[in-house]
């Protein structure tokens, strides 16, 4: 589930979910605790000044590590304010500083 809304005056927000119907299988469950896993490894680098890019690569690199890379098509992250999706993209290629 993909959702948001606008805040006055001309914010917005944005929030993503995922849920299973039914108990998950074996092999989902796990591909869905590596994202978490690299969702944590992401947010751990997170501070003023690392890139961007740098954020991408904590995550991509847990995602490696676990044979996921490959599988792994969409930007990490990106910022929210007056768009809903804004800079910062969290994307490799991106040097623009936290």
Request: proline share 6%; charged share 25%; hydrophobic share 35%.
């Amino acid at each position: 589930v993909d959702i948001g809304g606008p805040y006055d005056p001309g914010y917005n927000s944005d929030s993503t979910r995922t849920y299973s119907i039914g108990e998950p299988d074996v092999e989902v469950s796990r591909r869905y605790a590596v994202l978490q896993r690299a969702q944590r490894a992401a947010v751990e680098v997170v501070r003023p000044g690392v890139t961007a890019e740098q954020v991408d690569a904590a995550a991509r690199d847990v995602l490696a590590d676990e044979g996921l890379a490959e599988a792994f098509v969409h930007r990490t992250g990106h910022g929210i304010g007056l768009s809903v999706h804004e800079e910062p993209y969290i994307v490799a290629g991106n040097s623009l500083p936290l």
